[in-house]
């Protein structure tokens, strides 16, 4: 099936390695023209650099910091020069904190709001324009498995990313009518260091190895495996295509199974 999204330029957030980086890769392989956003330089400057040699698609990056709004705008601008507008955001962030509630300060709290809530706004506002003038864009926010199935460890996404089902269904019904749609992903485990580093946090709450916690979370999942980054790359660049233009305003799941309950 061809997806149609050759030339199409997108923006990937928060992308120089982990799920970012899986969707930036299966975006260039469809052809898109990716940019990439992430605050290391040097690890922006390898990634693309490994992208582009690996797929030969168009690939540069802006380095900066999601819960810095100009850095925001600054990215935007940027992207607009170097590859035109911008057809397709895909909006993915760093992990937030983790913690239970007792361990998370004010600070934490108000730092966690930016990076899972206000960059999503920022971005949003900085592109919609473009689309809506054309008549054609997509909007997709790269949540988590906790808006349907808390973790405990895990309160500042458990709360904060709740509002990104508001922002979806919100935008869907505002800008469906204008060629844009609005979507969600709600990834479960994938094996990229945000993983490795949740499974090092519990090692220490537990006090066991971290390849047990690795193998126990594992076992719950019914496909019995961790995803991969490529494999939420797919879902995502489905849903950037022409083909998708029917599901707006939807959340979708890609967790092998792991989250139980019924819509
Ligand atoms: N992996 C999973 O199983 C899983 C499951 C559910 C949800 N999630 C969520 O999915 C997102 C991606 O997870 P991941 O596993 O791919 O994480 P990762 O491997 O740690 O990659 C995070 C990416 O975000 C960038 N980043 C971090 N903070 C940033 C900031 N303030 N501004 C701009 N870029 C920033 C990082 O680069 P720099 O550090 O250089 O900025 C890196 O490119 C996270 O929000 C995570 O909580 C992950």
């Keep these: ?22 969707i930036a890769r299966v975006m260039l392989q469809e052809g898109a023209r990716v940019m990439l ?20 698609g168009d690939v540069a990056y802006v380095q900066g910091d999601l819960t810095n709004r100009d850095d925001v705008m600054r990215l935007i601008d940027e992207t607009r020069k170097v590859m035109g507008s ?6 993915n962030t760093g992990p937030p904190k983790p913690g239970l509630f007792s361990d998370l300060t004010f600070e934490d709290w108000d730092y966690a709001v930016k990076l899972l809530l206000l ?22 926010y790269v949540t988590s498995l906790t808006l349907r199935q808390p973790i405990s460890n895990l309160v500042l996404s458990n709360t ?28 479960g485990f994938i094996m990229t ?11 220490r709450r537990r006090g066991v190895p971290v390849e047990t916690v690795l ?3 594992a076992r719950d999942i019914p496909v019995g495996r961790y995803g991969n980054p490529e494999e939420v790359g797919y879902l995502v660049a489905f849903l950037a295509s022409d083909k998708a233009s029917y599901i707006n305003g939807s959340m979708i799941l890609i967790d092998g199974g792991l989250v139980r309950c019924l819509p």
Excluded: C, H
């Design 1 to 22: 099936m061809d997806l149609g999204l050759r030339g199409k330029v997108t923006l990937v957030t928060a992308s120089s390695r982990g799920i970012g980086k899986g």
């Design 37 to 56: 956003f992430a605050r290391n330089a040097d690890e922006l400057k390898a990634a693309a650099s490994e992208l582009s040699r690996e797929t030969g």
């Design 86 to 91: 911008i057809d397709i955001l895909i909006y």
């Design 119 to 140: 960059s999503a706004v920022w971005l949003t506002k900085g592109v919609v324009g473009d689309m809506v003038k054309r008549g054609w864009g997509r909007l997709i």
């Design 160 to 187: 904060i990313r709740l509002s990104l089902a508001g922002l979806v269904k919100s935008l869907a019904g505002e800008y469906g009518p204008r060629g844009i749609t609005a979507n969600g992903v709600m990834q």
């Design 193 to 203: 260091d945000r993983t490795r580093a949740l499974a090092e946090d519990e090692s």
């Design 215 to 217: 193998r126990d979370m």
